[in-house]
């Protein structure tokens, strides 16, 4: 099997000393291939990045219309946030509103991802909880789904659960692939995610950024989510992370959300294209330089947004004492 190409690179001084192999898939909502690079039919886990399609059963089993979820809660059902103010009381919002609270919360607690929510935590003498964890807010969503469709919240989590079933079937829907058990592994949230081919979450984001080939109701739940997400990117994310910066740069056009060891999906919503890429390494920087490198080609970014994308296709890396010592680069 021939390696994927280097992608992106991190030079110390005047040397490369790193490489970052990885593909990416750029496709219409036909399937389309419109540019690649490496093996985008190798099986990849999504992880967080596909959780707009995770959150369709919202719709799908009525969640929506029984409880009537705001849009800052269903872009927060598509966020990793940052534990920020919003974010917890978004998502502690929800859950009292459908008479639960964050003790039935599966995901686990962690402190907030921002530095400045995690020091008011600790200076105010509390421990983080479950609601501070960055998928609290698709876990919120996933418990209205359950509570819609009349089955028990507890163990929602789970593989054999009815709402991790409706979940795996509205993935399937989107990216026009079977998703195996053979397969399948456990997020860091504690859901189950399971592998498909690289071009399979391009184009699944591509159907939903269009609607084309999607059920009239699917397409109809997937626009109403990336409203909502490019809307709200804040909610999605949080101060200073590439995927809220993105998206308040882009106005709308840009559907983006990245996941764990290096993937990076979204949608460029006016040309109805779709892509994903994977940093073979994991590495989460260089996943964002060569996210950068996607975006600069084919989203047709402006001044200002190609100025962002640029921080972003060169990060500087610094040492202990703040001095810059080199970078975090695209490779074209």
Known sequence: MEANPILAEAVRGNWVENRHRGAYVVVDADGTIIASGGDIERAVFPRSAIKSMQALPIFARQAEGKFHHTEEELALACASHHGEEVHVATANGLLTRIGLSAADLECGAHAPTNAASREALRAAGAEPSPLHNNCSGKHSGMLSVALAMGVPTAGYVSREHEVQKVVRAAVEAVIGESLTDGKCGTDGCSIPTFAAPL??????????STGKGLPADLAAAAQRLFNAATTHPHLVAGTGHPDTLLMQAFKGRLMQKGGAEGVQCGAIRDKGWGYALKCD?????????????????????DANQLALIETLAHQPIKNVRGAEVGEMRSVD
Do not use: C, E, I
């Open 281 to 301: 390494d994991g590495n989460m920087a260089a996943s964002h330089a060569m996210l950068a490198g996607v975006l600069r080609r084919f989203a047709d970014p």
């Open 199 to 208: 071009r399979a979450f391009a184009y699944g984001f591509a159907r939903m």
